[in-house]
């Protein structure tokens, strides 16, 4: 299995080199999905959503397709995927996105896709290949369990770690080096902390940073 796991995505040439090298393919050969389903609950501006987009556009993909598995039959969004090479799954809520991935039937498919396809992903689409949701902010999943009535910490389990994005970012300030490094005293499993610039490349289980940045393995 390979995936992709960034924080704000293909932010730097390093990034783009190391997806293309799972893939296997040049950029204008490889045909990538894009899953936006995590972003429908998400509050606040959504320049960081249209700025992923960009970033992968500028790529010169084969082509660029927007798949969402919340808004369209199975018979439907399938055959889009099965046609990518790449399934990019975007940030946002993690617990909306572990809802859809479940009720609309990927999650019992989605490790035979990943056996020829690369599973990337940014923020939340990252945070749910760990073993659950525990990192994930408590807040969040306990104001989308009341609005929507969806209450677990079920992730995709594909890594036996867990990735915390945005990493001294301004907009998060309780991912401090110093305030992450703390919240691992207690917590059971690796966490790996990646800033803008910073990503995870797994081949096989085997874990490889890729980063013009900073990152912690905690």
């Known amino acids: ?13 390093s990034i783009a080199k190391a997806l293309f090298g799972l893939i296997g393919k040049k950029p204008e050969e490889t045909s990538l999905a894009f899953i936006p389903t ?21 790529l010169g993909l084969k082509y660029l ?7 369209m039959p199975k ?8 046609s990518a090479d790449v399934l990019f799954f975007c940030g946002g809520n993690s617990s909306h996105l572990m809802r859809w991935i479940k009720e609309s039937g990927l999650r019992k498919i989605l490790p035979n896709l990943l056996e020829k396809k ?11 290949t760990a073993p659950d949701l525990a990192l994930s902010k408590k807040e969040h999943r306990t104001e989308y369990a009341n609005s929507f009535g969806y209450n677990s910490e079920d992730a995709l389990n594909l890594v036996d770690f867990y990735t915390q994005s945005h990493l001294n ?22 966490i790996y902390a990646l800033d803008y610039n910073s990503v ?12 013009e940045g900073k990152y912690l393995k905690l």
């Open 1 to 13: 299995m390979k995936l992709l796991l960034t924080s704000d995505g293909i932010t730097n040439p």
């Open 169 to 190: 970012s301004p907009n998060y300030p309780e991912r401090t080096e110093e305030k992450l490094k703390e919240l691992a005293k207690n917590f059971k499993g690796t």
């Open 118 to 128: 690369v599973y990337a992903s940014l923020s939340a689409g990252s945070t749910i």
């Open 65 to 71: 397709d927007i798949v969402d598995i919340s808004a």
């Open 200 to 211: 995870l490349k797994v081949t096989d289980g085997k874990v490889e940073i890729i980063s």
């Open 38 to 58: 995590a972003v429908n609950v998400a509050k606040g501006d959504k320049g960081w959503f249209v700025e992923a987009l960009h970033q992968l556009h500028g």
């Open 75 to 82: 018979n439907i969004w399938l055959p889009r995927l099965e």
